[in-house]
């Protein structure tokens, strides 16, 4: 099986999505960025419009279009910050 992450998908008004995830694709000012389990620490700006992907044990992914906001990656696990964050259906994120 696969190491887990912890993921926090918060917006300014309430947290949107918490738990655990094989991995964490978002879209950063950057370029568009993988998280898996043991990444080393970073800051990203989310790029806008942005999409953040978290991929779920067995193959499930929820998505998300975010508007402004970073991404930040630490031991712990990853935290999305966004000014707003509405989820997308998974006929859209394909």
Known sequence: ???QLHVELVAVE???????????VARTTEGEL????GHAPLLGQLAEPGQ????L???EQVSYEVAGGFLSVTG???TVLAESAT??????SR
């Open 1 to 3: 099986m696969a190491k």
């Open 14 to 24: 309430e947290k949107v999505w918490s738990g655990e995830a094989e991995m964490v």
């Open 34 to 37: 993988g998280v898996l389990a």
């Open 52 to 55: 953040v992907r978290i991929k």
């Open 57 to 59: 044990a067995g193959g």
């Open 76 to 78: 712990e696990g990853v």
């Open 87 to 92: 989820p997308i259906s998974a006929a859209q």
